[in-house]
Nanobody, 130 residues
């Protein structure tokens, strides 16, 4: 059974940085679509970054492109999200998600859909003040 546990959220100032981590029980990331989603207050959950084997570079939502970086941490089976130049509209509950590989991990057509991912962490809150 795949388990995901996020950490690293908290308060931040606009322009600041945070690094989220997602500890997983996945042995081989190459078999999975790995993603970060976020859910701002009162809004739908949205995919913001996806990484999977066979794709040269990760996919990012336009709202975070150039500021956020998805990657694997120094510890095996850890997914990370480096968040730089934070803005107040980055305030949200951030989730790590995984699913066995499926076509393009859903990034074609505008971005991944939360319903395509079956494994989720509990979320970590990020709050950015101006």
């Amino acid at each position: 059974q795949v388990q995901l546990t996020e950490s690293g959220g908290g308060p931040a100032q606009a322009g600041g940085t945070l690094r989220l981590s997602c500890a997983t029980t996945i042995d081989t990331f190459g078999d999975y679509c790995m993603a970060w989603f976020r859910q701002p207050p009162g809004k739908e959950r949205e995919g913001i970054a996806v990484v999977y084997s066979g794709k040269d570079s990760p996919w990012y939502a336009e709202s975070v492109k150039g500021r956020f970086t998805i990657g694997q941490g120094g510890v095996k089976s850890t997914l990370t999200l480096q968040m730089d130049n934070l803005r107040p509209d980055d305030t949200a509950l951030y989730y790590c998600a995984a699913e066995l590989l499926f076509p393009f991990c859903g990034v074609r057509g505008g971005g991944p859909d939360a319903s395509d991912f079956g494994y989720w962490g509990q979320g970590t809150q990020v709050s950015v003040s101006s």
